[in-house]
């Protein structure tokens, strides 16, 4: 276990808490999206604005996360944490007190800043801590948090702003997200090894690690994952509302079965991977991740029990591949430079999905009666990039 040597704090013990803070990042960055027609209709913005608000947070955080790159290994990895994890915190309460469609894009994007960077070193500390043979399965519990976001803190998020305001969902998120500061500052010790493995000269290491074809690979496979998600996932709760036909009442049953359902397939996900392979169980996912795509992305208005069907099977496929890919993707680098690698894999998904968002952006539309138009298209391009994936994963080489 790579944390100080005199840290009594187990890798059983430390998973749950990197998970919490996981818990409120994803749960941030989720409910923005389910907000969608309300935004739309109480900030008065198009489709595009709304696009361009989730690209805010997104871009900011690959454009920080870079940025941060080249120092990530030279600080204690729990210092880190705590200080953009802090940040974060200010982030989500700005979100939440912002009145205007600016204001929220500018708070999104300090979100942003600071958000991709705390996310990309829990990852490292996860990295760091669980050993090869259980990465996958140390990945799985951290992924939960994504189900435990969308089955508890979407749900909750809008209900929250269907009794209250829309504002109400992020202030929610920055007083859980204090508390959990808290108790990160109380307990996760001082993650320090890679720090007697380090190099002397951290631009000397970090244009060693620019030069890794491999660590690029690896980042390649995050961009399509990503991409292939994010095609259709900033649009979803639209086009299930103008064009599916659920009601906004009824939106947030979308999240809560998708989510509920992937709190137990995640685990077993990481579990799988481990013992059959990761690159056998992430084709499986894929496979299955395309055609549920293809259903959602060609029905036509649906009753709700088929729609719920839907989402927990979208959520167990489409998001359980990230289970396979971010456990390779973590073995890509040795450990002596994987914080660093592990911010430009932050910063490429951050981008990729941030830009993924712009280029729905221009080809969805609002209809009348506030139908999407076009959205088998961001259908058809999840499900290509999708299938180009499986081709990326292969050619990553394991440096562990």
Known sequence: MALSSASPVSERSLLPLLAAVQFTHIMDFMVVMPLGPQLMRELDISAAAFGHIISAFALTSGVVGLAMAPFAD??????????????????????????????LMVARALCGAFG?????????????????ERRARGMGIIMTAFSAAAALGVPLGLKL???????????????????????????????????DRSGANPGRDFLVLLKDGNAWTGIGLMMACVMGHFMIIPYL????????????????????????VTIFTG???????????RF??????????CGIVFHIANSGPLPLWHVLVNAAFFFVFASGRFVPAQATISLAVPSE????????VSCSRDLASGTTAAIGAMVVSKGAGGALNHFDRLGWMAIAISLCSLWVFRQVRMAE
């Open 74 to 103: 030279r600080f204690d990895r729990r210092k880190l944490l705590l200080v953009c994890y802090a940040g974060f915190v200010l982030g989500s309460l700005a979100c939440g007190m912002s009145k205007t469609a600016e204001m």
């Open 116 to 132: 991709g960077v705390s996310s990309a070193t829990l990852l490292t500390i996860v990295a760091d801590v669980v050993p090869p």
């Open 161 to 195: 702003a269907q009794w209250w305001k829309w504002e109400a969902p992020f202030l929610v998120i920055a007083v859980l997200a204090a508390g959990v500061w808290v108790l990160l500052a109380k307990v996760l010790p001082p993650v320090r090894a890679h720090l």
């Open 237 to 260: 709760s639209p086009y299930l509302v103008g064009n599916v036909g659920v009601s906004e009442d009824h939106l947030f049953l979308v999240y809560l079965v998708g989510g509920v």
């Open 267 to 277: 685990p077993f996900v990481g579990k799988m991977a481990d013992r059959h392979g």
């Open 280 to 289: 056998r169980i992430f084709c499986v996912l894929v496979v299955f991740a």
């Open 337 to 344: 430079r994987r914080g660093a690698y592990m911010s430009l």
